[in-house]
């Protein structure tokens, strides 16, 4: 299977989940399940909002992607920690 799935908790920041579906073989789907949560926190770290960092970590991952002969589709959300 070419599927993967990623949940993150960051405690001051809140909940990142991610669901990957591969297409093709695993290099694309393997590289966005351990890569997009974790340029997304960094960049919201920076004090962009979540709406931002979502945009930004998907635009960095597509850089990365872009040799890369297979792909991935993914569903991702983020429930912010506002205490």
Same mark, same amino acid.
């Given at each position: 299977?070419?599927?993967?799935?990623?949940?993150?908790?960051?405690?001051?920041?809140?909940?990142?989940?991610?669901?990957?579906?591969?297409?093709?073989?695993? #290099? &694309?789907?393997?590289?966005?399940?351990?890569?997009?949560?974790?340029?997304?926190?960094?960049? $919201? /770290?920076?004090? %962009?909002?979540a709406a931002e960092a979502l945009?930004?970590?998907?635009?960095?991952? #597509? &850089?990365?992607?872009?040799?890369?002969?297979?792909?991935?589709?993914?569903?991702?959300?983020? $429930? /912010?920690?506002? %205490?």
């Amino acid at each position: 299977m070419e599927d993967r799935y990623v949940l993150e908790v960051r405690p001051q920041l809140g909940l990142f989940a991610g669901v990957y579906d591969g297409h093709g073989g695993i #290099e &694309a789907v393997e590289l966005v399940a351990a890569s997009l949560h974790r340029i997304f926190f960094t960049v $919201l /770290g920076t004090g %962009a909002d979540a709406a931002e960092a979502l945009a930004q970590a998907y635009r960095e991952m #597509e &850089a990365q992607l872009e040799d890369v002969e297979r792909g991935t589709t993914s569903v991702t959300i983020f $429930l /912010g920690n506002d %205490a």
